[in-house]
């Protein structure tokens, strides 16, 4: 991953270099175009210099999936002192509509709400004693006495994974070689033997 991370880094920073080198050597009085492409070719390259920081291991700011599997979470609390305003670090996979893992797990960094830390503690703590737990998405409450933006605000609701169902045992008649049989065929053991009586004795 990170080979390919430096491999795809370098390609690019040595297709801009080549780009910039043709334009700056080439004959012409456009230089308002030239100077806009040059422009434009260092913000791209600061803007993929920055974007790579999601692929090597850093939490994403990106909104968090719909219903996802918790694996852990870090809470940075708030720090008045530090002027820090707090964050949740959470490693999360994707849930589909049957509580499947869908894709590989992530991390994922959203604002610190106080709701926020207390349904990740008690995530955490039935993650302690083996209990796997499900993450869902909520729908923010605005509040009229907060003045703040609250669009990339970010609920969730933590709560046991529901166990998968297991396959109902089959009970309905089928026919096998024109017998009608339901569920398991019994067998009668010859005491004298102690072999299976696959056909009754007829009665004299």
């Known amino acids: 991953m990170a080979e390919g991370i430096i491999g795809l880094t370098a390609s690019f920073l040595v297709l ?17 175009i030239k100077s806009i492409v040059i422009t434009t070719s260092t913000l791209f390259s600061i803007i993929v210099l920055i974007s790579l920081k999601d ?17 852990w979470a870090i809470i940075d609390e708030p720090d008045k002192i ?22 590989l797990p992530r991390s994922y960094k959203i604002d610190y709400t106080r709701k926020n830390h207390e349904e990740i ?9 083996g209990i796997q737990q499900k993450g869902e998405k909520v729908k923010v409450k605005e509040d009229i006495d907060i003045e703040e933006d609250l669009s990339n ?16 045992k089959n009970t309905r008649r089928r026919e096998q070689g024109g017998a009608t049989t339901s569920g398991f065929n019994t067998l009668e053991i010859d005491p004298e033997t102690g072999k299976p009586i696959l056909e009754k004795k007829k009665e004299e």
């Open 16 to 32: 801009v270099a080549l780009i910039l080198w043709l334009i700056i050597l080439s004959k012409g009085k456009f230089w308002i």
């Open 55 to 71: 692929f090597i291991g850093w939490p994403s700011s990106s909104k968090l999936p719909q219903e996802f599997q918790l694996h």
């Open 82 to 103: 530090k002027n820090t305003e707090g964050a949740i670090y959470m490693w999360v996979t994707k849930l589909d509509k049957e509580n499947k893992n869908k894709g």
């Open 153 to 168: 605000l970010q609920e969730i609701m933590i709560y046991e994974l529901p166990k998968p169902l297991l396959p109902e």
């Open 121 to 129: 503690m008690k995530g955490l703590i039935n993650l302690g004693d």
